[in-house]
């Protein structure tokens, strides 16, 4: 991922705790606040755009079981688990949402939030770019 992205990434994560959910509805990524369960706890505009799901559908419930079954696999569902119980996770990787409409290589960075006992999903493009152009031509997904 491109320095200038890296930095721009850490300095949303850094400021997400602190952020209302109208910040978090203007940010050019898709952000997901989870729970240690799962649960999901904020769930920004974009990603509601980019997933064809309205936020309140998406908030409280499970992520990796009602949202994004998908997910549920070693590479992302097993990182974070780990995380959890650690306490701490700090880690990016590719991931393919394989939708049947529309399926979409992402770059997903998951952060655990010792204050708030939470974790972090920042998705971007597969680069690290934001992905705010996709959601503004039109592209969705669904989960």
Same mark, same amino acid.
């Given at each position: 991922m491109p320095n200038?992205?890296?930095?721009?990434i850490d300095k949303v994560l850094e400021?997400?705790?602190?952020?209302?959910?109208d910040e978090l509805d203007r940010l050019p990524y %898709?952000?997901?606040?989870?729970? $240690? $369960?799962g649960r999901i706890?904020?769930?920004n505009a974009l990603e509601s755009s980019l997933a064809s799901l309205s936020?309140?559908?998406a908030i409280g419930k499970q992520f990796f079981t009602e949202i994004a079954p998908c997910t549920r696999v070693q590479e992302f569902y097993g990182r974070f688990k780990e995380g959890v119980i650690r306490e701490a996770?700090?880690? $990016?990787f590719h991931f393919h949402f394989a939708f049947k409409q529309n399926p979409r290589d992402v770059t997903v960075r998951l952060l655990y939030s010792k204050r708030t006992r939470t974790v972090w999903v920042l998705i971007s493009d597969q680069e690290g770019k934001p992905l705010?152009?996709?959601?503004? $031509? %039109?592209?969705t997904t669904n989960a």
């Open positions: 200038r992205y890296k930095q721009q400021a997400a705790d602190h952020m209302t959910p %898709g952000m997901i606040q989870l729970d $240690s $369960s706890l904020n769930y936020k309140e559908d996770l700090d880690t $990016s705010a152009a996709a959601a503004a $031509s %039109g592209e």
